[in-house]
């Protein structure tokens, strides 16, 4: 049973475009949530994450948003730009909180979205 | 500062064998955590690692073990390896207590099982 799940395998966008990527949950007691990103032949680099305290958090041209009573997250990225094409996987995580005493390593990943900015 | 190194980074084994993987996390980093990724399940947890002691483990059988090392160092061990086996396996390091929590990945291990 996925707990984490990103239902579009792939995306494509037009350069300068809007991108959004999904990801929905179902276990309402994560309470951390993270974006990576990866390039074939390279290992996962960490995005951006969001607090289950907070409904948004941006970081340049990245904007995760949170919404907790539908158990939804998504990843805009604006504006796009080819070198944004990877695999954008979202992860949640249980016990991380704010006094980061529990576990940090036990990640519940989707299965990733396969995302193309055309130039 | 240097990333997370992981050795081999490819390698091939027949069915039955057993193989170990390495891992050193970033400088400082104290919890190291192991992924399997294949392109049908995605990347799973396997296990963590912190202060030497297992802290969660995933849910794959017995076959699949690690271990840490005093200076952080890890490895972990397949043994009896499967066709099903074959997948990239990624480490993850993160400081373990306080910080942001994010996990640093490395570059992986490509295991292939003939």
């Known amino acids: 049973d996925q707990q984490v799940k990103q239902n579009s395998p792939s995306l494509s966008v037009q350069e300068g475009r809007i991108s959004i990527l999904n990801c929905d949950y179902t276990n309402s007691m994560f309470d951390y949530f993270l974006w990576y990103k990866k390039y074939p032949a390279e290992g996962p680099t960490f995005l951006i994450s969001i607090s289950s305290i907070k409904d948004k958090n941006e970081d340049g041209r990245f904007t995760v948003f949170l919404n907790k009573s539908a158990k939804h997250l998504s990843l805009h990225i604006v504006p796009s730009q080819p070198g944004d094409s990877a695999v954008y996987f979202c992860a949640a995580s249980l016990g991380r909180g704010l006094n980061y005493g529990g576990s940090q390593g036990n990640l519940i990943f989707g299965k990733g979205t396969k995302l193309s900015v055309k130039p | 500062k240097a990333g997370v190194t992981q050795t081999p980074r490819y390698l091939i084994k027949t069915r039955g064998q057993q193989v170990t993987l390495s891992c050193s996390p970033i400088?400082?980093?104290?919890?190291v955590s192991w992924y399997q990724q294949t392109p049908g399940q995605g990347l799973q947890f396997l296990f963590e690692y912190f202060s030497e002691t297992q802290r969660n483990k995933g849910n794959f059988p017995g076959r699949f073990s690690g271990r840490q090392f005093s200076n952080s160092r890890s490895e972990m061990n397949v043994s009896t390896l499967e066709l099903g086996d074959s997948a990239l396996y990624l480490c993850?390091?993160?400081?373990?207590?306080?910080?942001?929590?994010?996990?640093?990945f490395g570059e992986g291990s490509r295991l292939t099982v003939l």
């Open positions: 993850a390091s993160s400081l373990g207590l306080g910080g942001t929590g994010e996990l640093f």
């Open positions: 400088s400082g980093h104290r919890s």
